[in-house]
């Protein structure tokens, strides 16, 4: 059988549906006060474009699709913004939605993207708000293509990024105080998580908690190269927590590691967050 493999990623902005967020904002009308907030939105757009957005469209691999999911009901100025960051991409697009579940938005997302005869998808997921490092897609192209005939064709499998960079945010006596640090996690991340699979097979990387892939499906655990920045601030929605190794790289180590793989310098990178 020859291998051909379509890539389509999904990235959530400010959904609006009837079960993401329940937990805090039992009604719809509350969920949308907080989403749609002026200072959130403001929050939003800006990381999405300074991180998550510059690191999909600085990848060394241009082969794949991004789907932005938004939510149809985001006021009208901040909805052309977005609509404006992600135009002019043939591999992006922006699909607005209405308030219904969660998971099976999700799941018109990845389907939204032609398989056009390929075997196999692998289906990634990444928020707003963290990014990926520019050889994401070449690099887990290769594990992918190496991996699916190891395996056997039909078993779907999970490609994780352990290893990467944290940007943190934490409210101090003088104000906000920022601190980059390398973490190599002990279990998947939500950051550019694939589920690899063949064509037809029903699940996305959505499905099951990152935390808990190993238990769904086996589970490679790639620490290569820094293959994540992830921005921890006071709008996350879970409580971020890294669950390894931390801070065992020199100031000019993540330095150096920012700009091999993100082409970034660590005043830009704090400079994401306002």
């Not at 977005?82 to 018109?108: F, K």
């Not at 998947?188 to 190993?214: I, Q, T, W």
């Amino acid at each position: 059988m020859t291998i051909d493999l379509s890539i389509v990623g999904v990235v959530r902005f400010s959904v609006l549906t009837s079960t993401y967020y329940s937990e805090r904002f039992p009604t719809l009308e509350e969920k949308a006060a907080h989403l749609f907030s002026p200072e959130r939105m403001e929050l939003r757009l800006r990381v999405f474009e300074r991180l998550c957005l510059r690191s999909i469209r600085r990848q060394t691999d241009q082969g794949f699709h991004l789907v932005v999911v938004t939510a149809e009901d985001m006021p009208v100025p901040y909805l052309e913004r977005l609509h404006d960051l992600v135009g002019g991409a043939d591999n992006i697009t922006l699909l607005p939605v209405g308030a219904s579940n969660h998971y099976g938005t999700l799941r018109r997302a990845y389907d939204l993207v032609p398989s056009r005869g390929a075997s196999h998808r692998l289906l990634f997921r990444l928020d707003d708000d963290d990014a990926v490092d520019l050889d994401y897609i070449a690099r887990n192209r290769r594990l992918a293509m190496g991996l699916i005939p190891l395996q056997g064709e039909q078993t779907p499998f999970i490609l994780a990024n352990n290893r990467g960079i944290y940007l943190r945010r934490t409210e101090g006596p003088d104000g906000p105080q920022d601190e980059i640090f390398d973490a190599c996690e002990k279990a998947p991340l939500s950051v550019g998580a694939a589920l690899v699979a063949p064509v037809g097979y029903g699940p996305n990387p959505y499905r099951f908690n990152h935390r808990k892939f190993a238990q769904h499906w086996n589970t490679f655990s790639d620490i290569s190269v820094p293959g994540f920045v992830r921005t921890i601030h006071g709008d996350n929605k879970s409580s971020p927590a890294q669950m390894g190794i931390t801070h065992k790289q020199s100031d000019a180590e993540i330095a150096a590691d920012l700009k091999r793989h993100f082409d970034l310098t660590p005043q830009q990178l704090r400079d994401v967050l306002p």
